[in-house]
């Protein structure tokens, strides 16, 4: 081990009492410490505070910590000092006295971190130039992108830390971060270089399920009955869906409670207290019910409906299984609840990012190939294998040698030179005579009408199957472009061949059960 390696083992050690760095932890921290920026998306529990602490302790000065939330900045600094580690916080919360005592701590060089609110950043300006800034870690940093799903105004100013400290190594943190989000946060604040870290999302104890939405109830009830005395979450998208369905299952004799933000605080609470202290096994819940709650044997996570995005239903399922025992979660999917969900959308800020995550989500589920390669894939990780933990795994559908059809659509991606939509796309290669196409005069290029023994709606599918097996990736900030992967090289140029599955029907359902 080199001596650098040594030492910040050491510190790992003495400070907090690990004996290992997790995965990416030492290659992140080394490279802060050497002044790079960095982008690190790990899940939540993963580590990424380690990321910014240890380095804040090999480096002489202060690290500055932003981060959105108060009652989080305030554990977070807690365990510090606990660990005898100098830090503090600076927020609107504060009495006079405790911002005293923090800012004289800050002048004085006695602080190994500061956390500061976005909000209040510009309080501590003139105070943060007298002062030696070692590192900036921005937390949660997809709050920086409209693209990220808690978009927070505040973040929008942070564009300006890299100017003013352009030596310092700026690290942004995030759990959720899809490859449009990580441009985005990039971009935003000032770090095109950034070293980006994406540690692996894959849960693989996660059993991934999706069921046509039909008679939705009754295939609940038939799942309890086959999960008896485990514990779970029924998420549905309304208050009242959660009031009614949680009544039925009571009819049938399961413990079961609702919860929603329609509930006043010291209801919600209690019914969080029985279902981590196992008394109410089985919580129907809007979205939101989980933030915060740490129970580690949740043994299934049911979506009633669909989310609107895969930020959200990774996070949902994601609180099924902590303790790495096998669990089952279950999407139920239909036509109805897209067409339901794009009314939502039509009276929301950023339609058209939104529709593009809600499309990607619905491909999700009416997916044909792997499931965990397709919600691997939206976060920027490629899987080789076939994870053989989900329903697609475990009931393969016919699959045929797509290997020309696939290369068709790849060279016809080439040729357009990774500008058009899945749309223009379909059009060159069946060799659509309209004014789009000639317009640009795609009519000329070799692959027109490539493909134009395939019906429109089949090649559609087969292109989802390719994007979701990750042969393509599509740019939705950039109009929904496709480009190639490096896999997509491969089936070009080294003759990897690929497996399409035969098309099936599409799930449409009329709602019935509303
Ligand atoms: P995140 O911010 O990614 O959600 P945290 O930084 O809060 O996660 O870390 C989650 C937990 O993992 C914390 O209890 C932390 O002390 C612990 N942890 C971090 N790094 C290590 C490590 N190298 N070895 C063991 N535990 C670690
Ligand atoms: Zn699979």
């Keep these: 081990m080199t001596p650098e390696k040594d030492n910040l083992h050491k510190l790992l050690k003495t400070h907090f009492g690990y004996d290992h760095f997790r995965e990416n932890q030492l290659?992140?921290?080394?490279?802060?410490?050497?002044?790079?920026?960095?982008?690190?998306?790990?899940?939540?529990?993963?580590?990424?505070?380690?990321?910014?602490?240890?380095?804040?302790?090999?480096?002489?000065?202060?690290?500055?910590?932003?981060?959105?939330?108060?009652?989080?900045?305030?554990?977070q600094v807690d365990a510090l000092k606990a660990n005898g580690i100098r830090a503090a916080y600076y927020n609107s919360t504060q009495a006079p006295e405790e911002i005293e005592k923090v800012t004289h701590d800050l002048r004085e060089g006695h602080l190994d971190l500061i956390y500061v609110a976005p909000e209040s950043l510009s309080l501590l300006d003139t105070l943060l130039q007298e002062i030696q800034v070692?590192?900036?870690?921005?937390?949660?940093?997809?709050?920086?992108?409209?693209?990220?799903?808690d978009f927070r105004p505040a973040y929008t100013q942070l564009g300006y830390l890299k100017k003013r400290y352009p030596e310092t190594p700026l690290v942004a943190l995030t759990a959720t971060a899809d490859v449009s989000t990580q441009d985005d946060i990039a971009e935003q604040l000032s770090i095109?270089?950034?070293?980006?870290?994406?540690?692996?999302?894959?849960?693989?104890?996660?059993?991934?399920?999706v069921r046509?939405?039909?008679?939705?109830?009754?295939?609940?009830?038939?799942?309890?009955?086959?999960?008896?005395?485990?514990?779970?979450?029924?998420?549905?998208?309304?208050?009242?869906?959660?009031?009614?369905?949680?009544?039925?299952?009571?009819?049938?004799?399961?413990?079961?409670?609702?919860?929603?933000?329609?509930?006043d605080a010291k209801e919600r609470a209690k019914i969080q207290e029985d279902f981590i202290n196992d008394k109410t096994p089985i919580i129907v819940a809007t979205i939101a019910f989980g933030m915060g709650i740490d129970k580690s044997n949740v043994r299934w996570v049911i979506h009633y409906n669909m989310p609107k995005n895969i930020e959200g239903y990774y996070q949902e399922i994601g609180r099924a299984g902590r303790d790495g025992i096998p669990s089952h979660t279950l999407l139920f999917y239909s036509y109805a609840d897209t067409i339901q969900l794009r009314k939502f959308i039509e009276n929301s800020a950023n339609i058209e990012y939104q529709t593009a995550k809600l499309e990607r989500m619905q491909q999700y589920a009416e997916a044909l190939s792997c499931r965990r390669k397709v919600l691997l894939n939206y976060f920027g990780e490629f899987l080789i294998e076939d994870c053989g933990n989900c329903d697609i795994c475990k009931n393969n559908p016919e699959y045929f040698d797509g290997t020309t059809i696939a290369q068709k659509v790849l060279s016809g991606v080439t040729r357009l030179k990774e500008q058009e939509a899945l749309g223009m796309v379909i059009d060159v290669l069946r060799g659509a005579h309209n004014a789009s196409v000639y317009d640009k005069g795609y009519q000329h290029i070799k692959t027109f009408g490539a493909a134009k023994d395939i019906a429109w709606k089949d090649l559609q599918q087969y292109i989802i199957q390719m994007i979701n097996q990750g042969l393509l990736e599509i740019r939705f900030r950039e109009s929904g472009r496709l480009l190639l992967t490096s896999l997509a090289k491969e089936v070009l140029f080294k003759g990897k061949k690929v497996q399409l599955a035969n098309l099936v029907q599409p799930i449409v359902e009329i709602p019935k059960e509303r």
Excluded at 134 to 149: F, R, T
Excluded at 232 to 259: F, M, N, P, W
């Design 134 to 149: 070692n590192l900036i870690a921005v937390d949660e940093a997809h709050c920086i992108s409209s693209w990220g799903h």
């Design 27 to 75: 290659d992140i921290i080394q490279d802060i410490i050497s002044g790079k920026d960095t982008l690190v998306i790990m899940p939540t529990g993963g580590g990424k505070s380690m990321c910014f602490q240890l380095p804040s302790l090999a480096l002489s000065g202060t690290a500055l910590v932003i981060s959105p939330l108060i009652a989080l900045m305030k554990d």
């Design 212 to 263: 046509p939405g039909q008679n939705r109830i009754q295939q609940i009830l038939a799942f309890l009955d086959n999960h008896p005395f485990e514990s779970g979450i029924v998420y549905c998208l309304s208050r009242k869906s959660t009031e009614q369905l949680a009544q039925k299952l009571r009819d049938a004799d399961h413990t079961a409670k609702a919860y929603h933000a329609g509930l």
């Design 192 to 209: 095109p270089k950034a070293k980006r870290y994406v540690a692996s999302f894959d849960r693989p104890n996660l059993f991934l399920d």
